[in-house]
């Protein structure tokens, strides 16, 4: 039974959910990073929120780990490309808490806009300061929205609703989305020119760190009100502090902060300036989203093998899975096959698919193929980290699809590109389940491609047979299955022959002396 950590507190639906699958789950939440290593080698999957940080040192310490869920969105907690190279596949839950965080954004606008905390604090304290706070209305304002995905045009949507103008950067909206979502696409100068209110809902990249620079800032409206409750980093702080004290920003309220927990910070206190710990998407109606989502995720992968919302990984239905394993098999051995036979220099791989196979999913195939080629090599490869060592290597990856109807019902072919040539290998599924060889090196042979093989190249004549039968035989071999197959009579010809035990050195050095012998190897699967 596969056996999952929830290191974060998470709502206790994920928990119950990962009990119902059949998952085993512990739920051991604030730990150091050394005490979540001394744990983790027992887990087969990792369940967090945004505390646990998923660093190169945990996952080395993580033998059994194939999976972590993240119950939110941003994964900048986790070090996906180690997670990559290990294997792990890493899920989001992109959609659970986008609500939820919309509706903070909208609140802090709010906030900044009527000086709520202030107004609430001075009140409090038995000060009755009306005349303090002079607040602004929403209502004919324009909102400049950078980042215009999930969360971002939930709160366009909102926006609009209160009747403000909203005008959006975001480099990848379209000018058909920006209708559809009734806002104008603009650039950043422009939106920084324009906007009474900024709101950011982006992730932090390399493009939008410091988005909001202190040159960013300078272009603003006097007076402009800015909420961030995308991810710290997005503002330069200090430079956002200078604009509130200077007056030229009217307000700002950070939900995130470039370090956190933000226990300190020269912002506070600062008149104007609203914040909040990182509680965008902190309701109970979005907690429970993200952990039955997150929940159900991980389980699907760790029962069946299906993939949603991974971020390193393609996406494969629950549904999916089954129909996609035995060519998953197939696409395996084949890859296998070829990792073992084809040498030196390989610079790229082709994958085509035919018959049924054209039908499915063929990013999960190709990662098969991947897998099983590069297993040869490294007994590390899975089908999450082959698409990313095959790059690494700059193994240039190639997928086709026919349409046309061939010989077999389904048929998939590897060709690898190699110094020596292309060299090419296909199979199908006999009864939609049983992979077989059906084509090696461009000669049609049918074989079962399991256990211990011996691969034998010779020139076709007559008495060969006989003479590695007997050799065989001799040598205290015992064959199982016996495949055969040749270019053109006379010509070259290819045996495969399945064997009881693995393929010894001496054995094959016997094999080449028999006359017509070109190639003699030992295959396993
Ligand atoms: N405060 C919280 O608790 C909380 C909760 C949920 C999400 N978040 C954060 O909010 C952010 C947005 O989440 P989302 O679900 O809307 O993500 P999303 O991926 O749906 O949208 C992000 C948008 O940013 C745009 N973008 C990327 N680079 C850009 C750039 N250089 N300039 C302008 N736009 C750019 C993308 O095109 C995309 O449309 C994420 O960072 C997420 O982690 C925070
Ligand atoms: O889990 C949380 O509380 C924060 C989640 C949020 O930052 C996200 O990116 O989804």
Redesign the pocket.
Known sequence: MPKVLISDQMDPKAAQIFRERGVEVDEITGKTPEEVIAIIGDYDGLAIR?STKVTKAILAAATKLKVIGRA???V?NVDIPAASAQGVVVMNT??G??I??AE?AIALMFALARQLPEADASTQAGKWEKNRFMGVELTSKTLGL????????IVADRALGLRMKVVA?????TPERAIEMGVEKVT?DELLARADFITL?????D??RN?LSAEALAKTKPGVRIIN???GGLIDEAALKAGLDSGHIGGAAL??FVQEPAKESPLFGTPNFVSTP?????TNEAQVNVAIQVAEQMADYLMSGGVTNALNVPSLSAEEAPKLKPYMALAEKLGSLIGQLAHGGLSGIAIEVEGAAASLNQKPITSAVLAGLMRVHTDTVNMVNAPFLAKERGIDVREVRHDREGDYHTLLRVTVKTEAGDRSVAGTLFGDQAPRLVELFGIKVEADLAGHMLYVVNEDAPGFIGRLGSLLGEAGVNIGTFHLGRRSAGGEAILLLSVDEPVTQDLLAKVRTLSGVRTAMGLSF
Do not use: E, K, M, Y
Request: hydrophobic share 35%.
């Open positions: 945004s939110g969105i941003g900048d992109p959609f808490n986008s939820t965080t903070h950078i980042g215009a995905g999930n969360i971002g045009s950067f975001d480099p990848f909206l950043l809902h982006t992730p932090l990249t493009q939008t988005i409750c995308a991810r939900d995130v990182h509680l965008g998407a902190s």
